[in-house]
């Protein structure tokens, strides 16, 4: 886990470094506004979650359908030029919800907060993004005795995706996202195995017009 996210912060490093610079009106590109500073979006994403059995040993199979809810905020402009690591960084605060289909328990939800980097080439209507962010989420799997992953109502939630987005018109996009999700409470319960999962996602983004300052 600590390799994984060691390889995150040193390509978000890299992406911060290239997307740097920011944009006068007159060097915008025609992908470029949905990504300018100060744009907000709102999305749906929903997908599947597998757990990696007995990775760590001991935890249980542990699948679960997730429907979230994101509002993002641009950061940053892109940078000029057509550099491949050109574009922008994203804030996102997502409401989480997830319906247990294989193992214990029922349900999970809470909210996260996400950074995304969008690799914003000029005139490109395909953009790619990787993202990564932690979150609290409140479970009912915890009152399953018979399984040591998760301890307590409310566990952590580290996560990591990539993905690529559409942009199908110059308010709509619809994207594809693959993500590893980690739930643990950090030694707070006797009961932390931990689960780990990996899945995918579809999703619909909305463009707001307005640009917030």
Request: hydrophobic letters at 40%; aromatic letters at 12%.
């Amino acid at each position: 886990m600590v390799k994984r996210i060691s390889v995150f912060v040193c390509v978000a490093a890299l992406c911060w470094w290239a997307g740097a610079g920011e944009l006068s009106a007159s060097d915008l590109e025609p992908s470029d506004p949905l990504y300018t500073k100060g744009r907000a979006s709102v999305q749906l994403a929903s997908g599947a979650l597998f757990s990696l059995t007995g990775f760590p040993e001991g935890s249980p199979t542990l699948n679960y359908a997730q429907a979230n809810l994101r509002f993002g905020w641009m950061l940053t402009s892109p940078g000029p030029g057509k550099s491949a690591l050109r574009g922008n960084w994203e804030g996102i605060a997502e409401i989480t919800n997830s319906i247990i289909f294989k193992g214990p328990g029922s349900y999970m939800g809470g909210i996260t907060l996400l950074f995304r980097y969008n690799f914003v080439q000029p005139g490109w209507d395909l953009v790619p993004f990787i993202q990564g962010g932690a979150g609290i989420v409140y479970n009912d799997v915890y009152k399953d005795e018979t399984q040591t992953a998760i301890g307590q109502a409310i566990e952590f939630t580290p996560q990591c995706s990539m993905g690529l987005q559409y942009l199908i018109s110059r308010s709509w996009g619809v994207s594809l996202e693959a993500m590893f999700h980690h739930i643990s409470n950090a030694g707070m319960s006797r009961r932390n195995n931990s689960i780990n999962s990996l899945g995918g996602f579809l999703g619909v983004t909305y463009f707001f017009d307005q640009i917030l300052d």
